[in-house]
Nanobody
Framework: VQLQASGGGLVQAGGSLSLSCVVS????????VGWFRQAPGKERKFVAN????????VYTDSVKGRFTLSRDNAKNTVYLQMNDLKPEDTAVYYC????????????????WGQGTLVTVSS
């Protein structure tokens, strides 16, 4: 299983970005894809998770109402739409996959993509 994240960039506070995560390889319908972010000098933290089969989503409190996860199973792609971005959203964003279930623990995800940098200026 391989994941490829893209879409990061520089945006002003209040702006929007859309991240994409293309998943390839032997993916079963019950897989879940999560997004995590890591700011400089800080630990990697959970952002959101989507079940590829049901489409059910979970968000960390700080992004609820601003970030939206969606998936296009035909394209094996998960999207993270980020609106009303804030400087504290600045981080390297990673997508990761695991078989079944929702968890916010990074070590529970078996597969990781490379990160994409999101920088929000004030």
């Amino acid at each position: 299983v391989q994941l490829q994240a893209s879409g990061g960039g520089l945006v002003q506070a209040g702006g929007s970005l859309s991240l994409s995560c293309v998943v390839s390889g032997r993916i079963f319908s019950n897989y879940a894809v999560g997004w995590f972010r890591q700011a400089p000098g800080k630990e990697r933290k959970f952002v959101a998770n989507i079940n590829l089969s049901s489409g059910s989503t979970v968000y960390t409190d700080s992004v609820k109402g601003r970030f939206t996860l969606s998936r296009d199973n035909a394209k094996n792609t998960v999207y993270l739409q980020m609106n009303d971005l804030k400087p504290e959203d600045t981080a390297v964003y990673y997508c990761a996959a695991r078989y079944s279930g929702v968890t916010m623990v990074p070590s529970s995800y078996a597969y990781w993509g490379q990160g994409t940098l999101v920088t929000v200026s004030s």
